[in-house]
């Protein structure tokens, strides 16, 4: 079966930091590129790091550069996001993605061409 399991969410305060993971399974995590989006109520789907299969390339989103950092360990199927600085404008549901490098490298936010999504994990941000 086929998973991409988001965790670390919760409550914090601004200024603080989480760390969220996406522990893959059922699919051969080397070969994706991950993705991770978050999402608000009532607002789309906004793109917030990609990391490409090898870990050779990342790209961030405008509004989080400088605050969050994204790695994997393919040894253990995982993707990591550390949010440092969050702000209240970061609360969302988070989710990981999984997609081909190749089709993705040229817009890593174009969510259509991701063939494996999580469940997604709460992050709030108090003021």
């Known amino acids: 079966e086929v998973q991409l399991q988001a965790s670390g969410g919760g409550v914090v305060q601004g200024g603080g930091s989480l760390r969220l993971s996406c522990v893959a399974s059922?699919?051969?995590?080397?070969?994706?590129?991950i993705g991770w989006f978050r999402q608000a109520p009532g607002k789309g789907r906004e793109g917030v790091s990609f990391?490409?299969?090898?870990?050779?390339?990342?790209t961030y989103g405008d509004s989080v550069k400088g605050r969050f950092t994204i790695s994997r360990d393919n040894a253990k199927s995982t993707a990591h996001l550390q949010m440092n600085s969050l702000k209240p404008e970061d609360t969302a549901v988070y989710y990981c993605?999984?997609?081909?490098?190749?089709?993705?490298?040229?817009?890593?936010?174009?969510?259509?061409?991701?063939?494996?999504w999580g469940h997604g994990t709460q992050v709030t941000v108090s003021s």
């Open positions: 993605a999984a997609g081909e490098t190749g089709i993705l490298l040229s817009n890593p936010w174009h969510t259509g061409e991701y063939t494996y």
């Open positions: 059922g699919f051969n995590f080397d070969d994706y590129a």
């Open positions: 990391i490409s299969s090898s870990g050779g390339i990342i």
